[in-house]
């Protein structure tokens, strides 16, 4: 599975972006969904999950209520939606999948994509 993400840009603080995450090949459906991010300095961190159908979600507690994911299999496509931004969530956002292991733990992840850089200015 190849993944590429877009979507990041530069926002105000209380703005909203949307990242996206298309993934080629025909086994998207069968990996869970994560993304995470790395802010300078800082080790990169859990931001949200989805498993392969959809009907499982969590988010960090930071982003929580605020930020969405969301996935189209038949576009081989994961979402990010992201309101209400504040300056602390500027980093590059990564998008992963995996085929088991915790969604929390960025070692479950079997591929990454390059990552996309969100800026928040306050």
């Known amino acids: 599975v190849q993944l590429q993400a877009s979507g990041g840009g530069l926002v105000q603080a209380g703005g909203s972006l949307r990242l996206s995450c298309a993934a080629s090949g025909r086994t998207f459906s069968y990996y869970g969904m994560g993304w995470f991010r790395q802010a300078p300095g800082k080790d990169r961190e859990f931001v949200s999950y989805?498993?392969?159908?959809?009907?499982?979600?969590d988010y960090a507690d930071s982003v929580k209520g605020r930020f969405a994911i969301s996935r189209d299999n038949a576009k081989n496509t994961v979402y990010l939606q992201m309101n209400s931004l504040k300056p602390e969530d500027t980093a590059v956002y990564y998008c992963?999948?995996?085929?088991?292991?915790?969604?929390?733990?960025?070692?479950?992840?079997?591929?990454w994509g390059q990552g996309t850089l969100v800026t928040v200015s306050s």
């Open positions: 992963a999948a995996r085929r088991g292991g915790s969604p929390y733990n960025s070692s479950s992840y079997d591929y």
């Open positions: 989805i498993s392969w159908g959809g009907g499982s979600t």
